[in-house]
C-alpha cells in the first residue's frame, strides 16, 4: 500500500465518520449523510482496488476508471453547488422578509409615539 493510499484510505474513514455522527445528531438530512457515506466507501474501495474503478467504468461504456471518477466529481460538484444556491435563495428571501417586518413594525411604533426607537 502506498503512502497516498493510506491519506485517501484516511480521509474516507473520517468522512463516513463523520457523516455516521452527523446523521446521529441530526445536523444534516438523511439523503445528505446517506450520500456522503455513500462517498466515503466508494472512495476506500477504489483507493483499496483501483482496477475496480477501471471495471466499472467498462461496465457503463468509460474507457477508464479515471475518466469516470473525474465525471463522477464534476457531477457532484455541480449538485452541490445548485443545492447551495437554492438554499442561499431561500435565506436571502427569508431575510429580505424579516427586514421587510421589522420596518413596517419601526413605522407603525413611530406613528403610534411620534419618535423613532433608538437602536
Known amino acids: 500500500m502506498t503512502f497516498f493510499q493510506i491519506i485517501l484510505l484516511t480521509f474516507a474513514v473520517i468522512s463516513a465518520i463523520t457523516a455516521i455522527t452527523l446523521l446521529s445528531k441530526q445536523v444534516v438530512g438523511r439523503v445528505v449523510g ?4 455513500l462517498l466515503s466507501v ?3 474501495v477504489f483507493t ?4 475496480s474503478a477501471t471495471a466499472m467504468a467498462h ?4 474507457g477508464r476508471g479515471a475518466d469516470l471518477l473525474l465525471y463522477l466529481l464534476v457531477i457532484g460538484t455541480s449538485v452541490g453547488f445548485l443545492v447551495m444556491y437554492v438554499k ?3 435565506v ?3 431575510l429580505t ?3 421587510r417586518k421589522i420596518a413596517v413594525n419601526e413605522v407603525l411604533s413611530i406613528g ?3 419618535q423613532p426607537r433608538k437602536s
Open 88 to 90: 442561499l435563495r431561500v
Open 59 to 62: 461496465l457503463l461504456g468509460i
Open 34 to 37: 446517506a450520500a456522503v457515506l
Open 42 to 44: 466508494l472512495g476506500a
Open 92 to 94: 436571502r428571501r427569508e
Open 112 to 114: 403610534r409615539n411620534d
Open 97 to 99: 422578509l424579516l427586514v
Open 48 to 51: 483499496l482496488f483501483p482496477n
